[in-house]
């Protein structure tokens, strides 16, 4: 079966597909956050003892962290798309994964510090994994300042999406940082990232609580990008005629 | 129960986490639900105008 792709880059068309989509999105995110979270606070062995039980931010501090890096790469993406073929919907995308990538990076830098707080005894402190977080803040927050900033939708969409490209070199950055391949050169409190030494049941935790993140930013992306559809073809036929407006 | 909350002596700090976790990602559709809510009445409303006219 041909999908016919370029269908669903009209945001006629891509606006009530994604009504649909908010819905699904966001059952699983409840379901699968709700379960994961239960399973990491109920069902996982205390490995650390009674006294360190601190580890359970765990579960929403390393799904926001990756949820921040990745949704960086997926904002990318679609800068990209619109570079190449001068799609609105890919600008739109890109702008409304924006808010949602920067809320999911200051979650992990909020969930960090109070972790951080419990086992290395401060709250923040200039390790490389932190402060390479802390510039992908930064960034999402140049990337919307520079997008509201230019007035006019098609060069502002251009330009942000060009200061998206030359920010992606701050992924490697945040992957190496603790991932180096010689761990006496790298200055890093952050351990480097062993997903096969984790306990599994909190390990399976947490993955399924990422994968919750996962449907809620899907979720949220997609209810934002409705509103951006509505404040930028408001003066179209399209829009005058939805259900809504009948 | 009082025992769960606690967290080993260690609660303050787990509940200061998962609580900003809830509160964001609460507030996010919050937000996104009543600007939509906002965003139509106001096209419903530059209809009407055009009707008028």
Known sequence: MAINWFKYSSPSSFYPLAGKMIPVFMTLAILLIMGGLYWGFFETPDVLSDQKQYYKIIYVHVASAWMAMWLYVVMVAW???GLI???RMS???????AVTGAIMTALSLWTG????QTSWGTWW????RMTTQLI?????????ALQSAIEETRRSDRASAVLALVGLAIVPVIYYSINCPDPNECASLHQESSLKRVEPNILIAMLVVTAGFWMYCFAVILMRVR?????????TNWVERLEAFR | MSEFFAMGGY?????????????LMLLEPIVLKIQHRRLIKSIQRQKRRKKEN
């Open chain 1, 125 to 128: 402190d200039w390790d490389p």
């Open chain 2, 11 to 23: 609660g303050f700090y787990v509940w200061c986490s998962m609580g900003m976790v809830l509160f």
């Open chain 1, 113 to 116: 510090a109070f972790w951080g």
């Open chain 1, 136 to 144: 992908l803040l930064f960034l999402y927050i140049g990337y919307i």
């Open chain 1, 85 to 87: 073929f001068n799609t």
């Open chain 1, 79 to 81: 800068a990209v798309l």
């Open chain 1, 227 to 235: 509103n951006i559809i509505l404040q930028r073809e408001s003066h």
């Open chain 1, 91 to 97: 600008y739109m995308m890109a702008s409304a994964t």
